[in-house]
């Protein structure tokens, strides 16, 4: 029996008995399954073993912060996954903000009295740009940044004490939608998190959105760019009726007319018989290369179903170094 079957057996057997398992974070969690990240088969995977041992979580492992805590409780035969608590990530498919890592890092933050030299030695020894000036982690004075230090110093106001140099600061809910949070930080450069019990649980900055879009924009660009090159490939080798026997079973009403409509797991099925692979004149080895291909098609179900997690690292660099092959057979005319 794996370790994951062994843990949620033994959690079944404890909740039937009345007591209240352990809470794990997700990522100790995820490392039962042998797994660092929330991809699509993962999550598939994770609920169908839940699901066999009538469990779930609270909240849904899928949509709280990756170092956040679950438990388990029992459910239903063919329930929903538990509603979060109030203030916790929802259920629901909307990504929050409250999953990004910055969401929870409580903020570095001054008093109004401190003075300005102070808050400037914290913001340039910590590479901040803004800073929040609090009297404890519910009670939020403001904000001072470099934008409203530069503005006072400017117009020579008095500028001796943070209390003198700080804003109304913005503020978000740990449950605010990540897209629509995404407008507040470019207007201002950063929103406060604020979870339900009032305490701020970190600050997330135009960096921090830059940083993570990045993460998630190179695998559909490397996806892209892999699809593109296998459609170089197979441009005019094939006839219109192999193109349309390729097609997956049950799905007649698509019209197929060139390789650009045909999924990854169709490229697959249409050059996998010997015959059709010879027609692209490639001396590479068929099955090895169907074996990369049929993983750009798992890698990519986890790309396509957007995760604030990011891809696995292995998975990343397996889509850099294909899109890396592909180039090299153009580079050297072999397409």
Same mark, same amino acid.
């Given at each position: 029996m794996s370790i994951s079957e062994d843990k949620l057996s033994a959690i079944a057997a404890q909740?039937?008995?009345?007591?209240?398992?352990? *809470?794990?974070?997700?990522?100790? +969690?995820? $490392?039962? #399954?042998?797994a660092e990240r929330r991809g699509y088969n993962v999550v598939r995977r994770v609920r169908s073993a839940l699901k066999r041992h009538g469990l779930s979580t609270t909240p849904d492992f899928e949509y709280t912060w990756l170092d956040g805590t679950i438990g388990f409780v029992t459910s239903q035969p063919g329930s929903a996954p538990v509603a979060a608590p109030a203030g916790a990530a929802s259920p629901d498919p909307t990504f929050r903000i409250g999953r990004l890592d910055a969401a929870n890092k409580p903020p570095?933050?001054?008093?109004p009295d401190s003075t300005l030299a102070q808050a400037v030695t914290v913001m340039l020894t910590n590479d901040f740009s803004q800073l929040p000036v609090m009297t404890g982690p519910r009670d939020l004075k403001g904000i001072v940044s470099w934008k409203t230090i530069g503005s006072r110093l400017a117009l020579k106001r008095p500028c001796t004490t943070v209390r003198e140099a700080m804003e109304p600061a913005q503020v978000v809910s740990v449950d605010e939608s990540l897209f %629509?949070?995404?407008a507040k930080i470019a207007s201002h450069d950063y929103v406060l998190v604020q979870a339900a019990d009032k305490t701020f649980t970190g600050i997330?900055?135009?960096?921090? +959105?830059?940083?993570?879009?990045?993460?998630?924009? &190179?695998? +559909?660009? $490397?996806?892209?760019e892999i &699809?593109?090159?296998?459609?170089?490939?197979?441009?005019?080798? #094939?006839?219109?009726?192999?193109?349309? &026997?390729?097609?997956?079973?049950?799905?007649?009403?698509?019209?197929?007319?060139?390789?650009?409509d045909l999924t990854l797991g169709e490229?697959?099925?249409l050059i996998e018989p010997e015959k =059709?692979?010879?027609?692209?004149?490639?001396?590479?080895? *068929?099955? &090895?290369? $169907?074996? *990369? $291909?049929? =993983?750009?098609?798992?890698? *990519?179900? %986890?790309?396509?179903?957007? %995760?604030?997690?990011?891809l696995d690292p292995d998975d990343l660099? #397996?889509? =850099?170094?294909?899109a890396q092959f592909l180039k090299r057979l153009r580079d050297v005319g072999a397409v």
């Open positions: 909740l039937k008995k009345g007591v209240a398992p352990s *809470r794990e974070t997700v990522r100790s +969690f995820l $490392l039962w #399954f042998g570095t933050s001054v008093k %629509d949070a995404i997330v900055t135009a960096s921090d +959105f830059n940083f993570q879009f990045q993460a998630l924009a &190179e695998p +559909f660009l $490397l996806v892209g &699809e593109n090159g296998l459609r170089g490939i197979l441009h005019q080798k #094939f006839s219109l009726k192999e193109l349309e &026997e390729a097609k997956a079973p049950g799905d007649d009403g698509r019209i197929i007319e060139s390789p650009s490229y697959v099925r =059709r692979w010879k027609k692209l004149r490639i001396e590479i080895d *068929r099955v &090895e290369f $169907l074996a *990369r $291909l049929n =993983r750009v098609r798992e890698v *990519r179900n %986890d790309v396509m179903h957007f %995760d604030p997690d990011g660099v #397996f889509l =850099r170094e294909f």
